[in-house]
């Protein structure tokens, strides 16, 4: 009987956890940075991110469909993932773009142990990948253009020849993230722009 109770009281304990539906590994007690009530699925494979306003397409480049089940993630150098958003024409919307680092930071989901990214919004998101953004490392460095690393939602600069996933990303409002990447987070504020 007292095994019975403990189990009970184990069992009950559990399922007044909230569920979080958006990471397949959640870090404990850490809190999200794009639930899912942050994000707004738009029922026409996008999501808009309530937080700055940016509307991302749900599925990387070369996946589709529901659940981005349909097709297969493809990669690119940096001038052809560039070139991804000034030729897309989804959802009858032409300003797609490849995000600054700033912005694709936003959607790193920080309370996920690996591959940082709300999985209910952006489901089947490639495991371990970085993903381009717009903004190249430095003028020291040429060759080098910033990705996110959604193993561990890091940015890394990465030589511009190699292949990376692309997501895109269309209008949304100005707004600054801190230096933790959050809208109006803690540290030096830096503009969203086209870095």
Request: some cysteine; hydrophobic content about 40%; glycine content about 8%.
């Amino acid at each position: 009987m007292r095994a019975l109770r403990a189990f009970l009281v184990c069992l009950g304990a559990l399922l007044a956890t909230p569920a979080f539906a958006n990471c397949s590994n959640l870090v404990a007690n850490n809190h999200e940075k794009t639930p899912d009530a942050g994000l707004t699925d738009n029922a026409n494979q996008t999501v808009t991110h309530t937080a700055t306003g940016l509307i991302w397409k749900q599925c990387p480049q070369g996946l589709s469909g529901a659940g981005c089940a349909t097709g297969t993630a493809a990669t690119y150098n940096w001038q052809n993932a560039l070139k991804q958003g000034q030729a897309e024409n989804f959802v009858t919307q032409t300003d797609w773009r490849l995000p600054s680092r700033n912005e694709l930071l936003s959607i790193v989901e920080s309370a996920c142990a690996s591959n940082m990214i709300n999985s209910t919004r952006f489901p089947n998101a490639p495991a371990n990948a970085n993903f381009w953004t717009s903004t190249p490392a430095d003028e020291a460095n040429p060759s080098l253009a910033r990705a996110v690393n959604f193993t561990n939602g890091t940015l890394v600069a990465i030589d511009k020849s190699t292949a990376a996933y692309v997501r895109l990303v269309r209008s949304g409002t100005a707004i600054s993230l801190g230096k933790d990447g959050q809208p109006g987070g803690s540290g030096e504020a830096e503009d969203i722009g086209n870095r």
